[in-house]
């Protein structure tokens, strides 16, 4: 079992929907958790943090169940702009500085 | 943006030959990583480094070496270059203790192994 497991895909929304991502973590350890967007033949680049209160940055949402081990992520309102891969990413071993990946969501914005 | 260089952006190479990747950073970050990304596999981890001449060995790491001799410079080693290390390589920084911001990636190098 991958220690991040995210469903790959793909999203095919309709401008201005809503659209949610869950992604699930194995490790009951992981520290801290972050989502990434990735464009198309681009480096990955952090989105947002994730709290344990859950935190919200414009249409963007992110929510952490430790109980469950998901992480979840929100977007409001999307744009064409978020076409995107996004990852959903947990710091496994604090101290190491080491982040783990998933392999990511792929959504696709509709006109 | 951190600061971050990779080099060369792209590159051909032939079975057996050994390849040196480049990552540069002008932010004094201590933690640098190097990662690939394959299809279906995401990310991983190939090698980090938590100092000058202080590295460590991620989860995919065999066939590959690394080296850091100044704060800036964290440089990929492949030995002896294989098919199966076709792959977008990527460097990344730590912009802080704990992870508590992530990583700060470069643009990547697409290296292809024929």
């Known amino acids: 079992r991958k220690e991040v497991e995210q469903d790959p895909g793909p999203f095919n929304v309709p401008e201005g929907a809503t659209v949610a991502f869950n992604c699930t973590y194995s490790?009951?350890?992981?520290?801290?958790f972050f989502w990434y967007r990735q464009d198309c033949r681009k480096e990955p680049k952090l989105l947002m943090s994730?709290?344990?209160s859950g935190n919200e940055d414009g249409r963007f949402t992110a929510q952490l169940n430790r109980a469950s081990q998901y992480i979840s992520l929100l977007i409001r309102d999307s744009k064409l702009s978020d076409s995107a891969t996004y990852l959903c990413v947990a710091l496994t071993n604090f101290g190491n500085e080491k982040l783990t990946f998933g392999t990511g969501t792929r959504l696709t914005i509709i006109p | 943006d951190a600061g971050i260089t990779q080099s060369p952006r792209h590159k051909v190479t032939e079975t057996g030959t050994p390849v040196t990747l480049r990552c540069h950073q002008t932010e004094n970050h201590r933690y640098m990583y190097w990662y690939r990304q394959d299809p279906g596999h995401g990310l991983r981890l190939i090698h980090y480094s938590y100092g000058v001449k202080d590295t460590d060995k991620g989860e995919v790491s065999d066939g590959y070496s690394v080296s850091r001799s100044k704060t800036e410079d964290f440089l990929l080693t492949l030995e002896s270059a294989t098919s199966s290390q076709t792959s977008v390589y990527f460097c990344a920084i730590s912009e802080s203790t704990g992870g508590l911001y992530g990583y700060t990636f470069g643009s990547g190098t697409r290296l292809t192994v024929v």
């Open positions: 490790n009951s350890a992981s520290q801290s």
């Open positions: 994730v709290y344990s």
